[in-house]
């Protein structure tokens, strides 16, 4: 799984040439981001996401089954899928 830091100061590289003057730290301050950019950091962004996630190990067995079981004892659907998203990252892979 990814590591919640290093994912974060990851994204603050990517936004940090956009800080505001003014405030003097990315993370207390104000991004300005031309509005020519924004398309592009939001791609630099997605891509070191996926990047990362694509680098990062696949979740074990057995930490997948405790969690389908978790999840069956919740009351919905929606509620299931909200566990699975906040404990893995899902990605579609390409049909074989």
Not at 13 to 18: D, I, S, T
Not at 33 to 50: F, M, S
Not at 60 to 80: G, K
Request: charged share 30%; net charge positive.
């Amino acid at each position: 799984m990814i590591d919640e830091c290093t994912l974060q100061e990851r994204i603050l590289e990517v936004l940090r040439p956009f800080a505001s003057t003014w405030t003097g730290s990315l993370r207390r301050g104000d991004l300005v981001i031309p509005q020519a950019d924004v398309g592009r950091v939001v791609n630099e962004v997605v891509d070191l996401v996926k990047g990362l996630a694509m680098n990062s190990a696949e979740a074990p067995e057995r930490v997948v089954f405790e969690t389908l079981r978790a999840s069956q004892r919740l009351p919905s659907l929606q509620d299931q899928a909200k566990l699975l998203r906040e404990r893995f990252v899902i990605s579609e892979r390409g049909r074989r």
